[in-house]
């Protein structure tokens, strides 16, 4: 599967954003697709999840702000930004994966990252 990332940029705090991620090849049987976000010097961190039965899951520090969806018809995955916060800058990537990763080292597939940047 390739992932091609879009719609980051530049927002003001309280600003939205949403990130979409184009799948293509072989993306029947997708277990689980994702976001992860990396600020320069820190580790990949997971940001959302949703797995092929819909289940969702966040980070702690997104809940309530961001959503993830995808449209199968589209093979788009998306995430909701809303309520921006300066913390929230960083690279943000897709993942995908025909099974179940634990974490963001366990993802085989990745799309090549798409910049946010919250002032």
């Known amino acids: 599967v390739q992932l091609v990332e879009s719609g980051g940029g530049s927002v003001q705090a309280g600003g939205s954003l949403r990130l979409s991620c184009l799948k293509s090849g072989n993306t029947t049987g997708l277990a689980r697709v994702g976001w992860f976000r990396q600020i320069p010097g820190k580790e990949r961190e997971g940001v959302a999840a949703?797995?092929?039965?819909?289940?969702?899951s966040y980070a702690d520090s997104v809940k309530g702000r961001f959503t993830i969806s995808q449209d199968n018809a589209k093979n788009t995955l998306y995430l909701q930004m809303s309520s921006l916060k300066p913390e929230d800058t960083a690279m943000y990537y897709c993942a995908a994966d025909y099974w179940q990763p634990r974490c963001p080292d366990e993802y085989n597939y990745w799309g090549q990252g798409t910049q946010v940047t919250v002032s």
């Open positions: 949703i797995d092929g039965d819909g289940s969702t």
